[in-house]
């Protein structure tokens, strides 16, 4: 039994390396939907791991900061979710495998940085 237990953890540890488990995050400026030369080169790191990963889902979630009109910043999460997708799909990743997520904007989020963003995430299906 001793001896079977560094086995399952080596099994244990393989298993989780072989997983896309890194997310990449690309920010934008406030109000803005316009990608900067940073996040174009995150967003071409994040396929070239999609494409390490074929039986992945790209998960873009977009996120705006909660400012006066709350209807305005959730348009504009979502055309930061659509843009990031669509340059994924220009960078080589299937668009059957993207799936968008606009999140809501909240007034707890306020003008931070980390609201104006949008996430990619490799997940199994």
Do not use: W
Not at 14 to 42: G, H, I, W
Not at 66 to 88: E, H
Not at 95 to 123: K, W
């Amino acid at each position: 039994m001793r001896r079977l237990l560094p086995l399952l953890g080596l099994s244990v540890l393989a298993a989780c390396a072989s997983q896309p488990a890194r997310k990449y995050v690309v920010f934008f400026s406030n109000q803005s939907v316009e990608l900067t030369d940073t996040a174009r080169l995150v967003i071409a790191e994040a396929a070239k791991k999609a494409e390490k990963h074929p039986g992945s889902i790209v998960q873009v979630e977009g996120y705006a900061a909660a400012g006066g009109d709350l209807s305005a910043d959730a348009l504009i999460a979502i055309q930061r979710a659509k843009l990031v997708a669509q340059t994924l799909h220009d960078d080589g990743v299937s668009g059957d495998r993207i799936r968008q997520t606009p999140r809501a904007p909240t007034s707890g989020e306020g003008m931070t940085v980390g609201a104006r963003r949008v996430e990619i995430e490799l997940v199994n299906p």
